[in-house]
């Protein structure tokens, strides 16, 4: 049975007795379902930014996801659960399925930035790709007053891209073209908010939901592509087998 964010011993976060704010990576995804990429990207750039804490949250109704197929969100979040079990500064949230209709990540920043207070330096993880479509997300602006953001490299995805949006106009292709190369490890740029878009260009992951979901379909090896729970998870559940185990969103 899944459990709530208050019976998961989320303690509090406090800078009471802290030099410095709090700083929390929310982590955010299907996770359809979550493998090796996911925590090799989420351990990355936790250590890189220094974070406290990196917060999982498997999307609940997600509106950019409409084609994929999901399994239910209890599975999702319990193969979360399995995932970062006993993994220092990764915990886990279901403030995204436990909301009913669509999930929206600014609904999302705003009810973490509640729990978590004003004090408490909040980092969206997300890859290029997605951090491009960031104008079509409800309230964009908002978003980018609320929290800075980690974008994260992505295959066949050029850091350049971030000149053509429309708050990353003072960046010129050339600022960002060593991101690219490999010139540059990261780049911080600065928002009129005081929060920052963060470009970090990580190694690739080999690995894909979709490609592990084609291989439990057709019954082929999973080896190094899931943490071990997770795999005997989704095996004893059956899951993405039969479309029965899915919902179409």
Not at 22 to 40: C, D, M, T, V, Y
Not at 90 to 97: A, C, G, N, P
Not at 188 to 206: E, M, V
Request: charged share 20%; aromatic share 6%.
């Amino acid at each position: 049975m899944r459990s709530s964010d208050s019976e998961f011993s989320l303690p509090a976060l406090s800078t009471q007795h802290s030099t410095r704010p709090i700083r929390l990576g929310l982590f955010g995804g299907s996770f359809n379902p979550i493998h090796n990429g996911h925590l090799a990207i989420a351990r990355k750039a936790h250590e890189i930014l220094a974070l406290d804490r990196t917060l999982f949250i498997p999307t609940g109704d997600p509106p950019h996801k409409q084609d994929e197929a999901l399994a239910p969100a209890h599975h999702r979040y319990e193969m979360a659960r399995l995932a970062i079990a006993g993994m220092p500064g990764f915990e886990l949230s279901d403030v995204e399925i436990s909301r009913q209709g669509k999930s929206y990540s600014i609904d999302t920043v705003r009810e973490l930035r509640r729990r978590y207070g004003s004090e408490t330096l909040l980092y969206f993880l997300i890859g290029l790709d997605a951090f491009l479509d960031l104008p079509s997300w409800r309230e964009p602006d908002a978003l980018l007053a609320a929290c800075s953001f980690v974008v994260i490299s992505r295959p066949g995805q050029s850091f350049q891209s971030l000149a053509t949006l429309p708050f990353l106009q003072h960046v010129s292709p050339d600022q960002l073209a060593p991101l690219d190369t490999g010139a540059l490890d990261r780049l911080d740029l600065p928002l009129p908010s005081g929060h920052t878009i963060i470009c970090l260009p990580l190694p690739p992951s080999p690995i894909s939901a979709s490609d592990v979901r084609h291989r439990i379909q057709r019954g082929a090896m999973l080896a190094n592509l899931l943490p071990p729970q997770v795999e005997s998870y989704i095996l004893r559940q059956q899951l993405y087998r039969e479309n029965q185990h899915r919902t179409h969103i």
